[in-house]
T-cell receptor, first 113, second 117 residues
Framework: QKEVEQDPGPLSVPEGAIVSLNCTYSNSAFQYFMWYRQYSRKGPELLMYTYSSGNKEDGRFTAQVDKSSKYISLFIRDSQPSDSATYLCAMSAYTGGGNKLTFGTGTQLKVEL | GAVVSQHPSRVICKSGTSVKIECRSLDFQATTMFWYRQFPKQSLMLMATSNEGSKATYEQGVEKDKFLINHASLTLSTLTVTSAHPEDSSFYIC?????????????FGQGTRLTVV
């Protein structure tokens, strides 16, 4: 079993839809959670970072963490064609520069006009 | 957020030659940087952890003599793919965590697409 599971998609939605992207994990030591957006042939771009259980909102994006269920989500409201990309969840047990992240496989999202 | 710059963004080389990829943290110091490899439509695979002033730590299955890592300063790490072969063609990405922010968030370079012909 992988430490982090993420549905690879592809996920296709109409413009304006609410998108829900999810990851589950098995390592209860994970405390820090991140969502990245990656456009084709580009490096991942940090979208959201969360630590505690609950919701964190930033514009059209909301990150949700449920540590008891080992489940994290990223919601995108009013999705736009420019949101079409691969979304990667990432997590780590520790903070600090030397601690590596564990990534999900990424979900490919396409927002259609 | 912090900026990590990676160069070159794309390189084509002949089989048997070596290629060097640079990763720089532009506005912060990074004692640790990470090198990933990504195949099409797959997630990031950690290759090695680059430690400033000491040897890199390689993940299982990654040949350290083939993928040479040098982290000579707090803002620069390099990955050299030695004696490259077509199977080394891939997307290579570096990242670093900004210790000023507690090292929680990791920032990535733009990636380098290596094609070995």
């Amino acid at each position: 079993q992988k430490e982090v599971e993420q549905d690879p998609g592809p996920l296709s939605v109409p413009e304006g839809a609410i998108v829900s992207l999810n990851c589950t994990y098995s390592n209860s030591a994970f405390q820090y959670f991140m969502w990245y957006r990656q456009y084709s042939r580009k490096g991942p771009e940090l979208l959201m970072y969360t630590y505690s259980s609950g919701n964190k909102e930033d514009g059209r994006f909301t990150a949700q963490v449920d540590k008891s269920s080992k489940y994290i989500s990223l919601f995108i409201r009013d999705s736009q064609p420019s949101d079409s990309a691969t979304y990667l969840c990432a997590m780590s047990a520790y903070t600090g520069g030397g601690n590596k992240l564990t990534f999900g496989t990424g979900t490919q999202l396409k927002v259609e006009l | 957020g912090a900026v990590v710059s990676q160069h070159p963004s794309r390189v084509i080389c002949k089989s048997g030659t070596s290629v060097k990829i640079e990763c720089r943290s532009l506005d912060f110091q990074a004692t640790t940087m990470f090198w990933y490899r990504q195949f099409p439509k797959q997630s990031l695979m950690l290759m090695a952890t680059s430690n400033e002033g000491s040897k890199a730590t390689y993940e299982q299955g990654v040949e350290k003599d083939k993928f040479l890592i040098n982290h000579a300063s707090l803002t620069l790490s390099t990955l050299t793919v030695t004696s490259a072969h077509p199977e080394d063609s891939s997307f290579y990405i570096c990242s670093a965590r900004d210790q000023r922010q507690g090292g929680t968030e990791a920032f990535f370079g733009q990636g380098t697409r290596l094609t070995v012909v």
